[in-house]
């Protein structure tokens, strides 16, 4: 477009809801996020962390995906292949609930449709439902590339999960058995021990008679032992007694027999080490169906596993029959009640303990003995925690790498096996005989349907019910979203050669067990087979890590509905515009901190995006009536006729882009959104225009003039290239406009300026804190003496010995258009003017005469008037801090607030008391 196009077409407020549609369809539409292979260029990766399909947006996501847009587009900007895959997970719990949910508005369960049709109907739901979240990613700005879209069920990404399973289980790391598994009784399904939430919770610990039998006899002696338990009905599971073998108080009793209260069972007294002689009376009941710990010591000591819950926790036909079909709350009411009329509840007691709950549900889990699927976790944690450790994975923050040794040194095997319809269906069959003949024992393990069965032969084959976790597919992520182990059929060789490992991971620390230590497994175990190398290096699926901070209301609160306090990402956007909430989030967001957030902080991002669009337009103006000299041959700044706000100006752009550079390399995205601010802001805006306004509007050559225009426009758009990964809507519209551009161009795929040393002039920029030190130390006598905005003013300094008049004298028009500074003039050593302001900069002394600029005398009044006003103030809240009763008893933040006050009113009398001795001649 031409220049005087490009000056109109920047409307007089920036609109960001006309822009940010416009831009984003002109980037897709152009292609500009696709990522191919390309030799020439290093490649930069990030897969998303697939949001459920289930999902929409909430700011968890907004800073998650603002912060990998930020770093896909830098890359993209420093010469990078930068690559940014996304997708979603099927999400199994979570997306069968919904439709079982739409299915029960109907009056239907899915055992109606029958598993085939069901599956069908998920299908369909995530066809028209599914995926809005990725939908909703656009309005955000992200820069993925869409092309590459991937889904965890995609038949390409299914046949990677089937591949895993059997390779797992010919190396023996997945087996089946009977194990005590985290059982949700709501969605009627094992889950992991990741997937369980403990919270502390106010219980009770009762206290129980079991009577000791005759010795050899089945009767009951007049003696007992008593147990602790904070589960009572699971009694009627009970197998066994366990007493510490080291526990002289018992060991008279090991190997005696007792009667198993309200059933008519007899059990034995065992000694196992597990047993805490501190705990209770030191006694346990043994319930190896309902306990993990029981579990294993009915493992040692081959106790019978008696399984008193069905699989919604409701009693079975395990229990006497008074007990049966009960839910297990109303089990325990029932047996307490029995137990205190038969005299066996010796007494309750408060008990604080851990309850687990569903993750997804929050119902309280149910350890639970059933057949599943397990991986075995520690032959595969032990590289995994290697990387880490030795620095070829790191985290940001580096505290998570302890979290991440304790978990991977204290792992457990991974319950894999899910009592769904939704999902991944393990890929095994079971022989079902023929001819009368039983099936087959041996489970047959294959990627796809057997059509008959290896051992006997038979056609009459039953595929295992359940599915995997979820977290089954979304381990392998990284390197399925690039068609593994299918990638040669479907020549995707060279991108999964090129994009893999990925470079960064940007994720929520609460999945640091779910997903980021189980993709390091994965990528070590299967990456040989596609890299060809053994090296950890190149087999690891991301070289960094960086966890997100949590996103809590300005109170500090978690955020929720039902606190009020969680807004709609998609009402910020709309009212303040994306580029607003993007940088808003990134500026509140130190790294490893919680961030305090409120809709009313998005006017930080809101007012920046408007404070740059103000200052394209008076460029542009400017341009307009003197010109622009002509464009460097090399796209750098222009040189010509520098000063020493230009020399000041340009130290400070390649500063800033240094800084700016060492902080994404430690990837501390809030330095970076602070420091191109207060470049921005600061620097460009509140000085660096104003002080060009002097030789814009002064006597200087138009020659001169169209320079410092043409300077003012290459740094401006530096620095909008800089803010452009942070704020890429507003950036690409006034990019667009300061120069003609051609019909495909984009500021996303320009190169930043590169930091250039020999531009950054430390001895400038000390030179140019000390004229806004003045600068702003005159404004500030103006405004304690009352000097009126329209009024000039004359300044008198007294130098010291580090600067020369002819120095000073080179700023003086600075000082006049800034400070309204009509005469600079200097005195003698020992000369203080009278009736004048005083201040001290950088050793230089300061005067302003006052005389003729106000009343004195009124004044002197309103000054002395002022001071016993806030003098009074001041007494006031010494002696409430000085009465110890008010501190001790008063609330901590009221003290504060008075102590707060103490030290305002002081500072403010100092200024008063100083500023009267000014007026004193």
Not at 579 to 598: E, H, K, M, N, W
């Amino acid at each position: 477009m031409s220049d005087q196009a490009a000056s109109s077409a920047l409307s007089k407020t920036y609109n960001p809801q006309e822009t940010e549609q416009k831009w984003y369809a002109f980037w897709e539409g152009h292609h500009l996020f696709r990522a191919v292979v390309d030799p020439a260029k290093k490649p930069y990766t990030i897969v998303i962390p697939p949001p459920n399909v289930t999902g929409v947006l909430h700011m968890g996501h907004i800073l998650n995906n603002t912060l990998q847009d930020a770093f896909i587009r830098f890359k993209r900007m420093t010469g990078h292949e930068s690559c940014w895959i996304p997708g979603t997970d099927h999400a199994g719990i979570a997306t069968q609930n919904v439709v079982e949910r739409s299915l029960n508005k109907e009056g239907k369960t899915r055992h109606d449709l029958g598993r085939e049709k069901f599956v069908e109907r998920v299908w369909e739901w995530r066809k028209q439902y599914g995926g809005v979240i990725i939908k909703q990613l656009r309005t955000l700005g992200t820069s993925c590339d869409w092309e590459r879209e991937r889904f965890t069920m995609d038949e390409s990404l299914s046949a990677a999960v089937r591949e895993v399973f059997v390779r797992l289980y010919e190396d023996g790391l997945i087996y089946r058995g009977k194990y005590i598994v985290n059982w949700c009784p709501k969605d009627h399904t094992a889950i992991s021990d990741d997937e369980v939430n403990y919270t502390e919770s106010n219980g009770k610990l009762w206290h129980i008679k079991y009577p000791i039998l005759h010795e050899g006899r089945s009767t009951p002696s007049k003696k007992f032992l008593v147990v602790a338990t904070t589960r009572p009905e699971t009694m009627l599971g009970d197998t066994a007694v366990a007493v510490n073998p080291k526990d002289e108080r018992y060991k008279h009793l090991i190997g005696k027999r007792v009667h198993l209260p309200l059933t008519d069972r007899e059990i034995p007294i065992i000694a196992d080490d597990f047993v805490d002689p501190a705990f209770g009376t030191g006694m346990v009941k043994v319930t190896p169906a309902h306990d993990p710990n029981d579990f294993q010591i009915g493992q040692r000591h081959n106790l019978p596993q008696i399984n008193i819950f069905d699989i919604s926790a409701r009693t079975n036909e395990n229990v006497p029959m008074k007990y049966r079909d009960l839910d297990r709350y109303e089990a325990r009411r029932e047996v307490l009640e029995d137990l205190e009329h038969e005299g066996l509840l010796v007494k309750t007691e408060e008990h604080v303990h851990n309850v687990g709950r569903c993750y997804r549900c929050d119902t309280v889990i149910e350890p639970y003995l059933s057949d599943q699927w397990f991986v075995k976790m520690k032959p595969l944690a032990e590289p995994a925690l290697a990387v880490v450790q030795n620095g070829t994975i790191k985290f940001y923050p580096e505290r998570h790498t302890k979290v991440y040794q304790h978990w991977m040194s204290n792992i457990r095997d991974w319950c894999i096996s899910r009592q769904l319809w939704w999902g991944h269906r393990i890929p095994v069959w079971y022989c079902q005989g023929q001819d009368g003949k039983p099936g087959c024992p041996q489970p047959i393990v294959a990627r796809t349907a057997p059509a008959t069965c290896p051992h006997c032969g038979g056609a009459n084959l039953k595929q295992d019910e359940d599915v995997l976790d979820t977290w089954f597919s979304s381990w392998l992520w990284p390197f399925s979203v690039h068609d593994w182990p299918q990638q040669e059929a479907l020549g995707k060789v060279k991108d999964l050669n090129y994009f893999y490992p990925t470079d960064t991971l940007v994720t929520a620390p609460d999945i640091i067990f779910f997903w980021v230590a189980r993709m390091i497994m994965a990528g070590l175990k299967f990456g040989p087979s596609f890299t060809g190398s053994t090296d950890p290096a190149k087999n690891v699926p991301f070289r960094d890590v960086y966890f997100t901070s949590l996103v809590r209301d300005d109170k500090g609160r978690k955020m929720s509905k039902s606190l009020g306090n969680s807004p709609e990402p998609l009402d910020l956007i709309a009212e303040y515009g994306a580029d607003a909430v993007r940088f808003t989030i990134l500026y509140l967001a130190p790294l490893g901190q919680d961030i305090l957030y409120s809709k009313e902080k998005n006017e930080i991002g809101r007012n920046f995006a408007n404070k740059i669009w103000n200052a394209g337009r008076f460029i542009l103006m400017n341009r307009d009536q003197v010109g622009e000299a002509p464009r460097t041959t090399d796209g750098g700044c222009n040189l010509d006729h520098l000063d020493l706000a230009d020399r000041w100006i340009l130290s400070r752009l390649h500063s800033t882009t240094a800084d700016i550079t060492a902080a994404l390399a430690q990837f501390d995205i809030n330095r970076v959104a602070k420091t191109i601010y207060d470049f921005f802001w600061h620097d460009y805006c509140d000085w660096y225009l104003e002080m060009v306004k002097s030789r814009l509007y002064g006597t200087e050559p138009d020659a001169v003039k169209q320079a410092v225009v043409s300077r003012a426009l290459d740094v401006y758009d530096a620095a909008l290239r800089l803010l452009h990964p942070l704020m890429p809507f507003v950036t690409e519209e006034l990019w667009q406009n300061i120069r003609p551009r051609g019909p495909e161009d984009s500021i996303m795929r320009t190169q930043l300026m590169p930091a250039d040393a020999s531009f950054i002039a430390t001895d400038v920029e000390k030179e140019m804190r000390f004229v806004q030190n003045v600068i702003e130390t005159v404004r500030t006598i103006r405004s304690e003496m009352g000097i009126a905005p329209s009024k000039d003013i004359t300044l008198i300094m007294r130098l010291g010995f580090t600067r020369s008049q002819e120095s000073i004298q080179r700023y003086e028009g600075y000082l006049q258009r800034l400070a309204r500074v009509k005469s600079l003039t200097f005195a003698a050593e020992n000369a203080r003017p009278k009736l004048s302001a005083s201040a001290v900069v950088e050793g230089e002394e300061l005067f302003v005469p006052l005389e003729g600029l106000i009343d004195i005398e009124v004044e002197r009044q309103r000054l002395q008037k002022e001071i016993d006003r806030v003098s009074g103030l001041l007494d006031g809240v010494r002696r409430k801090l000085e009465n110890e009763s008010f501190v001790a008893r008063a609330p901590k933040d009221v003290v504060d607030k008075e102590r707060e006050k103490l030290d305002a009113f002081t500072q403010t009398v100092e200024k008063l008391e100083k500023s009267l001795e000014m007026l004193k001649g």
